[in-house]
């Protein structure tokens, strides 16, 4: 295990110590309107060695907390409110220099399209070289030796010669090895996994799954994957944000969240899930309409137009995240959820 | 050293294909574009080691044999001066190469520098720079290399002479250099526009690309993004720019020259050799014919290079 122990010593046991911690984040966009609330007051924590999965529909704000978190949105994309702490320092109030050390140093990437997310032009061995080179202070002798141990490790069949390969050689399933590899070359603290396997075929996502669990094990670090797939994370994460219009309804343990899932929209998630029990006529469960567009949030909670289970007060206030009663580490942002459980 | 567990297929191991050598396997295929680059390499050939290989000095008289038709002895006949054709229009290559290969860079490098710095970081530096590509491409160029010469080039050359007489310094002796620096500097200095306007669209549809999120997200600095993230993806339609860029300023050079404002006489080059054949083309007509041959061979030969270098280099695009 010489390669671990040169990475990092710490044991890849959760720590309940706080390595990122948002609160109250909001984002807006400019439109032709004005400003567009995206993400309202979001709070999400992450803990040192813990994984977290973020869960929810395209558009609903997932990529776009974590991508406005480092700053790496265009400029019409704006934080507004909140903060975001990462191992006690507030990402949005950070210099431009000290943000792009965390940037890759401490915190990695891996983002969801493997095939456009590498420079085409630049073999990857270069790719992979120039965050130890710009981070690390390697020579390019040392960033390229180590590129070869990273590809090693993400398991990409003769490392070494595949150093000097341009992107467009590989599969899919081998770019987004060579991406995982780049996001954890400076050994970050926390790698944020942004969907890291919609572009690629059922089998693959099952194998960069696994590899992204044992690299976590090995190497101790926080992971939050991003993606819209609940069944394809259970074995992965230790806590699952199901996120609706920006907000978080639901934040629970994993197993929990599949035994008890509470909010209205988890239990429609979940339920939509096809199953190989299912009768083979039987039509696929949905959740009806759409999400709330930007700029058109309803008034009270988001969820209410869509919701089977809406009452009066969900079109008057918004819900907030309540731990429930047998289970303080399992919250949920729903009148209905939160009443029914403290009546039984 | 441990390895995660592979539960992979072996992928084939194949030597690697860099982009640009798949670029030059099409352009290979090409019939058109090797033509086009066979002449241009004769050409860069004979600009470079022309004077050295010619038989005759391109400035040497021989009245005794004046507008000879073309022979063994010169493959292109002679002038109304007894001069060997060949010889001079081997020299005026050497004339084109230059000023299209100075005209070109300055402009590129012009060029490329605004446009890839208003692309990339946009708001009020891509409107200065927009709005300095527009006025200048609103100067037409003949006039202003008209004007340049009628204002301008006398009175620096005749300050120069003078400089020359007084203190005898060498470096004040030879006036051809303002021919070349005067009106091909200022064609550089006006031809930079189409290359700023083409990096900056280029740079414009890079940047919002996921590869480039990908390097801000490792915290690479700008300016190494835009260097080895956003130019070199830009390259393949500046090559081909370029490409055509310089066979453009060829034939400008002749055209300048043709009409008396480009490169003066006694130095050969394709336009005033053009200029000086077209008065007694009725008698010598090889003293038109070769000059004008050897600039149209040029300029087509650039422009099927050109095209042949768009299709290799946008594998999409080409059918």
């Known amino acids: 295990m010489m390669m671990a122990n040169d990475i990092r010593p710490e044991p890849s046991a959760k720590t309940g110590e706080r390595l990122l911690d948002v609160k109250g984040l909001t984002i807006e966009i400019e439109t032709r309107n004005g400003p567009a609330t995206i993400v309202d007051g979001i709070d999400l924590h992450v803990d040192k060695g813990e994984t977290l999965g973020i869960v929810g529909e395209s558009g609903c704000g997932k990529s776009l907390t974590m991508l406005s978190m480092m700053r790496l949105l265009p400029n019409k994309i704006k934080v507004t409110k909140g903060e975001a702490n990462f191992a006690g320092r507030d990402l949005q109030k950070m210099s431009n220099s000290e943000l792009r050390k965390v940037r890759g140093g401490e915190v990695g990437f891996i983002f969801q399209d493997p095939m456009t997310s590498l420079n085409p032009v630049m073999r990857i061995g270069q790719q992979l070289a120039e965050p130890l080179i710009y981070h690390r202070g390697m020579s390019k002798a040392e960033a390229r030796k180590r590129a070869g141990e990273l590809l090693k490790l993400v398991g990409i069949p003769g490392a070494e010669d595949r150093l000097d390969a341009y992107p467009h050689e590989l599969s899919g399933g081998m770019r987004q090895r060579v991406m995982i590899a780049i996001g954890l070359a400076c050994n970050p603290q926390l790698l944020i996994a942004d969907e890291p396997t919609t572009a690629l075929d059922v089998t693959i996502q099952a194998q960069i799954v696994d590899l992204v669990k044992d690299l976590r094990d090995k190497l101790g670090m926080s992971v939050v994957w991003i993606t819209h797939d609940l069944a394809l994370i259970a074995g992965l994460v230790d806590r699952i944000n199901v996120l609706y219009a920006g907000t978080v309804v639901e934040d629970a343990p994993v197993d929990a969240l599949f035994a008890n899932p509470s909010h209205p929209y988890t239990q429609g998630l979940l339920a939509s899930i096809p199953k190989l029990s299912d009768e083979r006529s039987a039509r696929l469960s949905s959740i009806g309409g759409t999400p709330p567009e930007p700029g058109r949030r309803p008034k009270g909670c988001p969820f209410a137009p869509r919701c089977p289970l809406v009452e009066a007060i969900c079109h008057e206030r918004v819900p907030t995240l309540e731990g429930l009663n047998h289970d303080g580490a399992h919250r949920v942002a729903c009148f209905v959820a939160q009443r029914k459980l403290e009546a039984a | ?319």
């Open chain 2, 1 to 319: 050293m441990s390895v995660v567990p592979m539960t992979t297929t072996p992928i084939e191991i194949e030597p690697p294909v860099s982009l640009w050598r798949d670029a030059w396997h099409r352009l290979r295929r090409n019939r058109l574009a090797v033509f086009g680059l066979i002449v241009v390499v004769i050409l860069a050939f004979a600009a470079i080691f022309g004077p050295y290989l010619t038989p005759y000095d391109f400035l040497s008289q021989d009245l005794n044999s004046r507008n000879m038709a073309p022979s063994l002895s010169h493959l292109f006949g002679t002038d109304d001066l007894g001069r060997d054709v060949f010889s001079r229009v081997v020299y005026g290559t050497r004339t084109a190469f230059l000023v299209a290969i100075v005209v070109t860079f300055i402009a590129v490098l012009i060029g490329v520098t605004l446009g890839a710095l208003a692309g990339f970081f946009g708001g009020w530096l891509d409107r200065i720079v927009m709005w300095l590509t527009d006025m200048t491409m609103s100067i037409p160029n003949l006039l202003l290399v008209v004007v340049i010469n009628a204002s301008l080039k006398s009175p620096i050359t005749s300050w120069m002479e003078s400089r020359y007489l007084a203190t005898l310094n060498p470096v004040y002796r030879e006036t051809i250099w303002v021919d070349f620096l005067l009106v091909f500097g200022s064609m550089a200095l006006i031809s930079w526009p189409p290359y700023a306007r083409l990096v900056r669209a280029q740079v414009l549809s890079i940047r919002s690309r996921p590869y480039i999120t990908a390097a801000q997200a490792l915290g690479l600095t700008n300016r190494i993004i835009l260097m080895r993230y956003v130019v070199p993806n830009a390259l393949g339609p500046l090559i081909v720019a370029v490409s055509a860029g310089l066979g453009t300023a060829m034939v400008l050079e002749s055209a300048f020259s043709f009409l008396g404002v480009g490169v003066n006489p006694p130095t050969p080059s394709w336009g005033n050799m053009i200029s000086d054949g077209l008065r007694v083309w009725q008698h010598y007509p090889h003293l038109l014919a070769a000059p004008a041959a050897v600039l149209g061979l040029a300029s087509v030969a650039f422009s099927f290079l050109g095209d042949g270098l768009n299709d290799a280099l946008n594998p999409r695009g080409a059918k």
